[in-house]
C-alpha cells in the first residue's frame, strides 16, 4: 500500500524559510510525478509546485522565485520543497500528491503558518 509522509510544517515569522519533505513508500516503482498542492481555511486547493521523474519543474505563480522543489537522490522517493521569503498568505495546509503507474495518491497534509 502506498503511503506519502509529510514532514517540516511549523510556525514561522514572515520572511523566514521552511523546508518540507514528502516521502513515498509501500510501491516498487517511484512517482512518475510528484506535487506539492495547498489549502488554506476557505480557499480553493492550489498547486505551489510539481517535478517529474524525468526532471520537469513547475510552480505556481505565487511561489515562483521563493519556493524550489527538489529530489535530493536518484531513487526519487522523496520530494522536498525549500520555502523561502514566507509571507503570511503562504499558510496553508500543505499536501503531498504523486502518480505511481495510473493511480495517485495523496498525504494527510502538513500545516505551515506564517506569522506576520
Known amino acids: 500500500q502506498v503511503q506519502l509522509v509529510e514532514t517540516g510544517g511549523g510556525l514561522v515569522q514572515a520572511g523566514g524559510s521552511l523546508t518540507l519533505s514528502c516521502a513515498a513508500s509501500g510501491s516498487i516503482s517511484s512517482p512518475n510525478v510528484m506535487r506539492w498542492y495547498r489549502q488554506a481555511p476557505g480557499k480553493q486547493r492550489e498547486l505551489v509546485a510539481g517535478h517529474t521523474k524525468g526532471g520537469q519543474t513547475t510552480y505556481g505563480d505565487s511561489v515562483k522565485g521563493r519556493f524550489t522543489i527538489f529530489f535530493r537522490d536518484n531513487a526519487k522517493n522523496t520530494v522536498y520543497l525549500q520555502m523561502n521569503n514566507l509571507k503570511p498568505e503562504d499558510t496553508a495546509v500543505y499536501l503531498c500528491?504523486?502518480?505511481?503507474?495510473?493511480?495517485?495518491?495523496w498525504g494527510q497534509g502538513t500545516q505551515v503558518t506564517v506569522s506576520s
Open positions: 500528491w504523486c502518480v505511481i503507474g495510473q493511480y495517485e495518491y
